[in-house]
Nanobody, 118 residues
Framework: QVHLVESGGGLVQTGGSLRLSCAAS????????MGWYRQAPGKQRELVAT??????????NYADSVKGRFSISRDNAKNTVYLQMNSLRPEDTAVYYC?????????WGQGTQVTVSS
């Protein structure tokens, strides 16, 4: 079983930055697809950014709403995926979740709150 622990959330003003981290247990991290998702109150969970496994080229993908402002990266030596968030807006306020996936398995973290004040 893989456990994911997110950290780095908090309260920030509009235009500010935060970096989220997601640390994974186990030994399959480097083989896994990783993603960040978010869920605002009263809304469905949505994809923010993803990064494929190293063997798949560590290809990144972003929601249109965060392109040019957010950046996803991974450090396989630390079993950690990051989400650098710049130029934050009030509409970025949500609980941010980390997801790990392989063809046969997936796991979600418990989430970390990001609040952007106007």
């Amino acid at each position: 079983q893989v456990h994911l622990v997110e950290s780095g959330g908090g309260l920030v003003q509009t235009g500010g930055s935060l970096r989220l981290s997601c640390a994974a247990s186990g030994s399959i991290f480097s083989l896994s697809f990783m993603g960040w998702y978010r869920q605002a109150p009263g809304k469905q969970r949505e994809l923010v950014a993803t990064i494929s496994s190293v063997s798949s080229g560590a290809t990144t993908n972003y929601a249109d709403s965060v392109k040019g402002r957010f950046s996803i990266s991974r450090d396989n030596a630390k079993n950690t995926v990051y989400l650098q968030m710049n130029s934050l807006r009030p509409e970025d306020t949500a609980v941010y979740y980390c997801r790990l996936a392989t063809p046969t398995f997936q796991s979600w973290g418990q989430g970390t709150q990001v609040t952007v004040s106007s």
